[in-house]
Nanobody
Framework: QVQLVESGGGLVQPGGSLRLSCAAS????????MGWYREAPGKQRELVAALTSGNKTNYATSVKGRFTISRDNAKNAVYLQMNSLKPEDKAVYYC?????????WGQGTQVTVSS
């Protein structure tokens, strides 16, 4: 079973940037389409960025043009570059599969955007 460990979150001012990392164990990782999800207080977890087949990317409207997802299969890692952060981006961010049964969720990484 793949284990996921997210990191890179923190407190940043509006307009700032963060780069999140997701480290995955397990050899099956590279064959799976991965995405970044977030869960804001009082809201359902949502998919905000995904790597689709053919290494294409797909983004939620709310983050399009500001967030960039990428992966490094050699390192079993997925990244989320977040620019022009807004207070509404505050959430716990998780990575996981996009399709099929999800891996066990990691602990996530907290992102707080505040002045």
């Amino acid at each position: 079973q793949v284990q996921l460990v997210e990191s890179g979150g923190g407190l940043v001012q509006p307009g700032g940037s963060l780069r999140l990392s997701c480290a995955a164990s397990g050899s099956a990782f590279s064959r799976n389409l991965m995405g970044w999800y977030r869960e804001a207080p009082g809201k359902q977890r949502e998919l905000v960025a995904a790597l689709t087949s053919g290494n294409k990317t797909n983004y939620a409207t709310s983050v399009k043009g500001r967030f960039t997802i990428s992966r490094d299969n050699a390192k079993n890692a997925v990244y989320l570059q977040m620019n022009s952060l807004k207070p509404e981006d505050k959430a716990v961010y998780y990575c996981n599969r996009v399709l099929g049964e999800k891996y066990n969720w990691g602990q996530g990484t907290q992102v707080t955007v505040s002045s």
